[in-house]
T-cell receptor
C-alpha cells in the first residue's frame, strides 16, 4: 500500500540554523500539508499546498517557514532560523482530489526536530 | 470555528473488554469527522471517517464510531480490546475536503493483559 515517507526521522540542530524537512507524498496525490505537534500539545496545522502554491496557512506559519515542491516527488518544509520553540514532531500529509476521498489525509511517520 | 474535545487523556482496559474513547466536536458546518491512531514511532493512521452518510461508521481493526448530532459526539468503540490496540487515538474534524484538519488532544489507550 502506498504511504507517505519523511526524512530524517530525527533532526537535531542549533538555534539559528536552517533546517529542511523532507517528505515524499503518495504519488497520485495533489494536496500536501504540514502539521506539527509540540510535546504534550495538540497536532496543529501549519500549511497546505496545491498546484505549486500555498492554498492555506496558519498563524504559526510565519516568514521563518517556507514550503517547496522542488521536483515531481518531494515536498519540503524549510525553517530559516530555528528557535527553541520550533522543537516538535513535524508531520507531512497528502490527499487526492477524487470526490469522496478529498478529505482523507494520509500522514507520514513524522520528523522529530530538536533545537538546542 | 471548529474544535474537538477528547474527554479522557488516558483510558486503560483489560484485554477482551470493550473500549470506549469519547469525543465531542464543535463545528459551524456539516463536518467530516475522523479517528486517527498513532502507534509508537509510527505515523498517524486513518481509522475511520464520517461524512454524513450512515451515522454508524465501521473502521479498521474492528473499531466503530457513532455520529450523534444531538449530542455533538463521535465516540469510538470496540467490543473487545486486543493488546495491539494500545496506542494514541485522535478525534479530528474538518469542514470539507482538502481543508486543514483540527485535532483533539488525543487519548492514550492502554490494554492490560
Amino acid at each position: 500500500e502506498p504511504e507517505v515517507t519523511q526524512t530524517p526521522s530525527h533532526q537535531v540542530t542549533q538555534m539559528g540554523q536552517e533546517v529542511i524537512l523532507r517528505c515524499v507524498p503518495i504519488s497520485n496525490h495533489l494536496y500536501f500539508y504540514w502539521y506539527r505537534q509540540i510535546l504534550g500539545q495538540k497536532v496543529e496545522f501549519l500549511v497546505s499546498f496545491y498546484n505549486n502554491e500555498i492554498s492555506e496557512k496558519s498563524e504559526i506559519f510565519d516568514d521563518q517557514f517556507s514550503v517547496e515542491r522542488p521536483d515531481g516527488s518531494n515536498f519540503t518544509l524549510k525553517i530559516r532560523s530555528t528557535k527553541l520553540e520550533d522543537s516538535a514532531m513535524y508531520f507531512c500529509a497528502s490527499s487526492d482530489e477524487l470526490r469522496d476521498r478529498e478529505d482523507e489525509q494520509y500522514f507520514g511517520p513524522g520528523t522529530r526536530l530538536t533545537v538546542t | 470555528a471548529q474544535s474537538v474535545t477528547q474527554l479522557d487523556s488516558h483510558v486503560s482496559v483489560s484485554e477482551g473488554t470493550p473500549v470506549l474513547l469519547r469525543c465531542n466536536y464543535s463545528s459551524s458546518y456539516s463536518p467530516s469527522l475522523f479517528w486517527y491512531v498513532q502507534h509508537p514511532n509510527k505515523g498517524l493512521q486513518l481509522l475511520l471517517k464520517y461524512t454524513s452518510a450512515a451515522t454508524l461508521v465501521k473502521g479498521i481493526n474492528g473499531f466503530e464510531a457513532e455520529f450523534k448530532k444531538s449530542e455533538t459526539s463521535f465516540h469510538l468503540t470496540k467490543p473487545s480490546a486486543h493488546m495491539s490496540d494500545a496506542a494514541e487515538y485522535f478525534c479530528v474534524v474538518s469542514d470539507s475536503g482538502n481543508t486543514p484538519l483540527v485535532f483533539g488532544k488525543g487519548t492514550r489507550l492502554s490494554v492490560i493483559a
